[in-house]
């Protein structure tokens, strides 16, 4: 079942669309033979900033509201209020200008600019939290979080907003296994050995693996984190500092909607790590991601480099670079 099946972008060459609704999802899985050469083990990602709002939350963000229409928690002129990093609120403000809901962005002063200045764009308002005294500008902490999250719900309480909460919202999990998971299995053949994602709500993750497992129980499935805060793996019980540059992933927390049966290992990547991968990924595949992209890709190529020759290790380039122009991941 897909989640919005009237909107779901199946055939996206081959007919027209009723609305840019139509383009969420399907996107292109790439093998990045050029950056994986060598290896044992061969990387395939797929390239989520094909979506309208260039990233992997336009899938959320329509089966969320979707469901919502359903449930009737929205209404025809409802407002939207959700906590974003960006991207999530960049995806909900796709949905409510096609579908005239007026939407609230909250987010932490630390998510990048573009992200802020493309969520207006889009008819959003944004709600900016200042970060916590000791965070840094471009990185967001669980402290900065826990800020922008009270900033939330006193505004949900205020408007009697519909709130896709996706943190806790089942439908962050099912549309990944019932769109992304599911796309990755057939792009791939069925041959895919091993996926790999970072985790923000963890809904990409527990969706697609999900799905991959629930095709074929032996697929390995890998959670990466911030090598600054291995906090899901259980990593060092007093990490005093969860500032990284990862964004939209690492908030030292177990997301609610976490399924730690599903977690084959764990990879931690560090933020040079990162940055240099998504460099490479430009360079060397023509990708244009995100600092999670670049995250995501150094972790399936540590398995590729231990893997058995030809498995195929898939990933997600969660975003973008375009939204990190004002950022050191691609310096001047
Ligand atoms: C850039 C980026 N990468 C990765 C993620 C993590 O995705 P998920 O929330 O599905 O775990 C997010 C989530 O917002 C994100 O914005």
Redesign the pocket.
Known sequence: MLPHPACYSEHIVSTMLDSVLGAIGATPLVALDRLAEGLPGRVVAKLEYYSPGA???DR?ALAVIAAAERSGELRPGGTVVEL?????GTGLAVVCAVKGYRMIAVMSAGNSLERRRMLEALGAQVELVPQASGSLPGQVSGEDLCLVEARTQALVAELGAYRPN?FHNPH?VTA?QETTGREIWEQSGGQVAAFV?????????V?VARALKGRNPAVRCYAAEPAAVPFISGGPAAVSNTSHK????GYAMI?PLWQPELVDGFLTVADGAAIDVARRLATREGIFG????GA?VAAAMELARTSAPGDLIAT?I??SGL?YLSTDLFPE
Do not use: E, L, W, Y
Request: net charge positive.
């Open positions: 990233s992997v939350k959320v974003t990093s960006g991207n999530m996706q962050a990944h994602a970072s985790v923000g709500t963890g809904g990409t993750f969706g990862i964004q939209g992933t997301p995100g600092f999670s992209g995501n997600v969660c975003d939204k």
